[in-house]
C-alpha cells in the first residue's frame, strides 16, 4: 500500500466536484443577500419619498388646524383617527383579551379548538368585507348613517383577531411546570391566573394590543364604510369623522393643480408612518425581549 | 361545568364570524346567484347597472391574476430573505433583518397605494414598461401598447402587491425554517453536507408544509388588498386584460371603489355585496387550507413569530 | 476498508520538538524547513523563530506512547460570550482505538466532542487553542469545515434521520458527491452491512426511515455517516434513548468498527465507558481531569476527583 505523504492535506486536498459544492454554497449565499437590495430598495424609497413630499410643507399648523379648502391642516382627521383608534382598541381589547382568557384558561377542548380556527379565519377576511358588512348592519340597517361609533365598531372587529389569538397564545405557552407549582399550592385558578399567568403573559398580551393597534391605524377599507368623511372635529360618536387613512383616499388623485390637497395626503402619509413605525419599534422590542426571556424560561 | 360556562366568551370570535356572514347572505337576499353572475359579461348600462351587465368572472381573473402574480415574486423574494436570514447571517443581523421586515409589515396600505400612484407610475410608463416590453416582448402578456389611461395597471398593481405581502411572508417562512429541528440540521452538516445543501435537502423538505402555509396567506392578502389596489390599478375599468400593462380589476379594489355609486343605485349595492360574499368565501378557503398546512398563522406572524 | 489505516502514520505531528505558536490567535504553524518566512496559517501574522511553542501539557503527553495519534488537541478553550465552557484541554487520540469521554453533565465534554469536527462554530462559540487531524489545524484558514466533517463524522444523542426512505437516507452524503447510481449502491449496502442492519432492512429499504425502530434508526445514523468513508466517528451519547437491548446492538456495534475507525464517544453512562472503550477521558467542569487506559482510570485513578466521580460520590 502506498503511504501517503503530508497527511493532513486531506482537508485542503479537495476533487474538482467538492470544490464546485463549496463555491456554489457562498455564491447562493451572496446571491440571495441580493433579495435585500429587491425588497428593500423600494421600501427605503418609499420612505424617502413620501417624507420628501410630505417635509417642505409641513409646519406645526397641519397638527393645529382644521382643513380649510384645498389647504390648513390635519386636525380633524388626527383627531377623528384618535377617537376611532381609541374605540376599536377599546371594543378589540375587552372582547378579545377576555375571549382569549377564556380560550387559553377555561374552554374545554372543542371549543378551544373552534375558538382558535374562528379567530384565525376573521383574521384572514378581508378588511374592505369587514367594511361592508359594517356599512350594512351598522349604517343602513341601523338607521344611524355614517357614524364614528359605527366606524369605531367595525375597526374593533377588524382588531379583534390579534389580540385575541395573542392573549391565547400568551397565556397558553405558560410554562405547565409553573401552572402545575402554582395548583398545587393550593392557589386557585383565579389567583394563578392574577399572580402567576398574567405576569408572565402580560408583555405578549400588551405587544398584541398594540400591534393590532398599528394595523388599525392604517386601515382605510373598514373605515370609508362606516366613519364617512366629516371636514370638521368629530364632536359626537353619532356624528362622520374624517381620518389620516381616509385624507389619503380622499386626496390622492387630484391632478397636480391641485397640489396642496397631494401636499395634504402626502403630509397624512408622513404622519402615519410615523406613529405606525413607532409603535412597531416598541412591539419589536418588547416581543424580542419577551421571546428571549421566554427561550430562557425553556432552557 | 364551570368549564362551558365560560365557552360563550371564549367563542365571541366565532359570534363575529357568524354575524359577518349572515349579514351579508341577507342583504344580499340570496338572489342572483345565478349563470349570469358567475359571467365575464362586461358592458356599461347607463343609469343602473345589474348583475346582467356584469358577471363576476372578469373580476375574480383580475383578483387571481394580481394576486398570484405578486405571489410569485414575493415567494422568491421572500424565501431567499429568510434562507438568508436564518442560514447565512449572523444571528444578530439576523433578527435586525427580521425586525425591519416585520416594521415594515405595519406600513399602511394607502400609503403603499399613493407612492404607487404618485412616484412609481411615472417611473413604470417611462422606464420599466418599455424596457420589459423590449427584452421580454415575445412573452404573453409582456408585449403590446401601453395603456391609454397612462401607466397605472395590472402591473403596477403587481409590483405594490408584490412588496406589501413580502413582510408577512418573510416572517412565516423564516418562522417554518427556524422550527426545522435542530438535529437534523447538525446531522446534515456532520455527513459533509454545505449550508446550500442541507437548506435544498432538509430544510426546505421538512420546512414545506409550513413554507406553503406562508404562500397561501400571503395569497390570501394579496387577494383580499382593496385600498391600495384601487389606487394603482387604473381607475375602475372593467375589462379583461390584453397585457400587464392594461388596467383591469379585482373584486376587493372594486367593492372599494364603487361606494359613491352603490349608495345611488340599489341594484350595484346588492352585486357588491354579492362581490363581498364571494371574496369572503375566497379568503376563508385559502385560510383554512392554509391553516390545515402548519400551526404558524396569520394574526401573530410578524408579531410572536406565529405559532403557539 | 482496512486498507485506510496504512496511511495514518501522522508524520512529524507527535514527534520532534513541539510547533510553534501564533502569538495572535494560538494556533499552530507548521516548521515548513525551509527559509520562507513564517506566516500563521489561520490569522497570518508573521513570526520568527522566536515565537513562544506550544507547551504540550502532561496529560497531553502522557498518551503520545499509545502509537498514532490521529486527532491532536492542544490547550483548547472554547468560549461562549466569554465564557469558558471547556478551558486548556489537551488531548491525543489514537489511531483506532475507541476513546470514552466521561464526567458529570454540563462538564463540557460534548462541547469538546463538537469542536473535533468544528459543529461548535454552529453555535457561534469561540476556539482557541488547536484541534490537529493528521497534524493539520482543523480551524485553519484554508480548511473548508464541510471536508472536516467528511472525515470527522458524527452520531448524536437522539437518531436523526431524514424524513425520506432508508436506502435515502444512507446514500445522503454519497448524492451529494454526484456519484453514479451504481457506486452509491454499493456504498449504502456495505455500510448497511456494516452495522448490521441490512439484514434487517433489505426488504424495506424503499419504506420511510421513520418507521424504523429507535435502536434501527440509530444504526442506520451510523451507516449514514460511515457511508461518506470517515476515519473518525464521533458519538454523541448515542445510545441515552435507547432501551437495553438496542443499546447493548450499538455497543456490540462501536466495537467492531474500530478495527476500522477511530470512534470517540461521549458517555454519561461509566458502565457503558468501561465495556467498550480503550481509553478514557474524565471531564470536569470543562477540563480535563485525567486521560489513560480505560483499565487504569477506573481500577486505579491518579485524582481524587476521578476516584470520587468513578465510585459514585457525585455526578
Known sequence: ?299 | MGAWLGSPVALIPLLILGAVVAVLLIASGLKDFGLTFWGFQYRFVPGEPDASSWGIGVFLVGTFLTASLSLVLATALSLALAISSVVYLPPLPGRLLSMVTNLLAGIPSVVYGIWGFVVLAPYFGLTLEPSLRDVLGWLPGFGGPASDIGPWGTLLAVFVLTIMIIPLTTALMREALRSVPRDLVEAGLAVGATRWEVVRRVRLPVARNGLWSAVLLGFGRALGESVAVAMVIGGTSIALPPNLYASTTTVASFIFSQLDSALIYPNLFVLLVEFSLVLLVVAVVVNLVAQRFTRVELATATTLGGGE | ?315
Open chain 3, 1 to 315: 476498508m482496512n486498507e485506510r489505516n496504512d496511511n495514518l502514520v501522522p508524520r512529524g505531528s507527535s514527534a520532534g520538538s513541539s510547533p510553534l505558536v501564533c502569538p495572535k490567535c494560538g494556533a499552530p504553524v507548521a516548521a515548513a524547513g525551509t527559509e520562507a518566512p513564517l506566516k500563521c496559517g489561520r490569522c497570518g501574522t508573521p513570526l520568527s523563530a522566536g515565537s513562544p511553542r506550544a507547551a504540550t501539557s502532561p496529560i497531553a503527553a502522557a498518551s503520545e506512547d499509545r502509537g498514532e495519534i490521529i486527532l491532536a488537541i492542544d490547550r483548547l478553550s472554547v468560549l461562549a460570550r466569554n465564557k469558558p465552557l471547556i478551558s486548556d484541554v489537551s488531548l491525543h487520540i489514537p489511531v483506532g482505538k475507541v476513546t470514552a469521554i466521561i464526567g458529570p453533565s454540563g462538564c463540557g465534554k460534548t462541547t469538546l466532542l463538537r469542536s473535533m469536527n468544528r459543529m461548535v462554530e454552529l453555535h457561534h462559540l469561540q476556539v482557541k487553542g488547536t484541534v490537529r487531524y493528521l497534524g493539520q489545524d482543523i480551524y485553519g484558514a484554508q480548511v473548508n469545515p464541510v471536508l472536516v466533517r467528511r472525515r470527522i463524522g458524527m452520531v448524536f444523542q437522539r437518531p436523526t434521520v431524514f424524513p425520506t426512505s432508508v436506502f435515502e437516507n444512507v446514500a445522503f452524503g454519497l448524492r451529494l458527491d454526484g456519484e453514479s447510481e451504481d457506486t452509491v449502491e454499493k456504498a449504502v449496502v456495505s455500510s448497511l452491512r456494516r452495522t448490521g442492519l441490512w439484514d434487517e432492512v433489505k426488504e424495506a429499504l424503499d419504506r420511510p426511515a421513520l418507521t424504523l425502530s429507535g435502536g434501527q434508526q440509530q444504526r442506520l445514523c451510523i451507516a449514514r455517516a460511515l457511508a461518506v468513508s470517515p476515519r473518525v466517528l464521533l458519538m454523541d451519547e448515542p445510545t441515552s434513548s435507547l432501551d437495553p437491548v438496542a443499546t447493548q446492538r450499538v455497543e456490540d456495534l462501536i466495537f467492531e468498527l474500530k478495527s476500522d475507525y477511530t470512534v470517540v464517544i461521549v458517555t454519561h453512562n461509566m458502565q457503558q465507558a468501561a465495556r467498550v472503550a480503550d481509553l478514557t477521558a474524565f471531564m470536569y467542569q470543562g477540563r480535563l481531569v485525567e486521560f489513560d487506559t480505560t483499565k487504569r482510570v477506573f481500577e486505579q485513578p491518579k485524582e481524587k476527583l476521578t476516584e470520587n466521580y468513578i465510585t459514585g460520590r457525585f455526578g
Open chain 1, 1 to 299: 500500500m502506498k503511504v501517503t505523504t503530508g497527511l493532513g492535506d486531506e482537508l485542503t486536498h479537495t476533487s474538482g466536484r467538492m470544490r464546485r459544492r463549496i463555491l456554489f454554497d457562498r455564491v447562493i449565499g451572496w446571491v440571495l443577500l441580493l433579495a435585500f437590495a429587491a425588497v428593500f430598495f423600494p421600501l427605503f424609497d418609499l420612505i424617502g419619498w413620501v417624507a420628501s413630499y410630505a417635509l417642505p410643507t409641513m409646519s406645526w399648523a397641519t397638527l393645529t388646524q382644521n382643513q380649510v379648502g384645498t389647504g390648513g391642516g390635519l386636525y380633524a382627521m388626527i383627531w377623528g383617527t384618535l377617537v376611532l383608534i381609541t374605540l376599536g382598541t377599546g371594543i378589540a381589547g375587552a372582547l378579545g383579551i377576555s375571549a382569549g382568557f377564556y380560550t387559553a384558561e377555561f374552554a374545554p377542548p372543542a371549543v378551544k379548538r373552534i375558538a382558535r380556527l374562528a379567530g384565525n379565519v376573521l383574521a384572514g377576511i378581508p378588511a374592505i368585507v369587514l367594511g361592508y358588512f359594517g356599512y350594512y348592519a351598522l349604517v343602513l340597517y341601523t338607521h344611524w348613517g355614517f357614524t364614528t361609533l359605527a366606524g369605531g365598531i367595525i375597526l374593533g372587529v377588524f382588531m379583534l383577531p390579534y389580540i385575541f389569538r395573542t392573549t391565547d397564545i400568551a397565556l397558553s405557552n405558560v410554562p405547565p411546570s409553573q401552572r402545575e407549582a402554582s395548583l398545587a399550592l393550593g392557589s386557585s385558578r383565579l389567583q394563578y391566573l392574577r399572580r402567576v399567568a398574567f405576569p408572565i403573559a402580560f408583555p405578549t398580551i400588551f405587544t398584541g394590543v398594540f400591534f393590532a393597534m398599528a394595523l388599525g391605524l392604517g386601515e382605510a377599507a373598514p373605515l370609508v364604510y362606516t366613519a364617512g368623511w366629516s371636514s370638521t372635529p368629530v364632536q359626537s360618536l353619532m356624528q362622520p369623522t374624517s381620518f389620516l387613512t381616509g385624507g389619503i383616499w380622499a386626496f390622492y388623485d387630484f391632478p397636480r393643480s391641485f397640489g396642496s390637497f397631494l401636499a395634504l395626503a402626502f403630509q397624512a402619509a408622513f404622519l402615519l408612518i410615523v406613529i405606525v413605525l413607532a409603535i412597531n419599534i416598541v412591539v419589536q422590542v418588547l416581543s424580542d425581549r419577551y421571546r428571549r426571556r421566554l427561550a430562557g424560561l425553556y432552557e
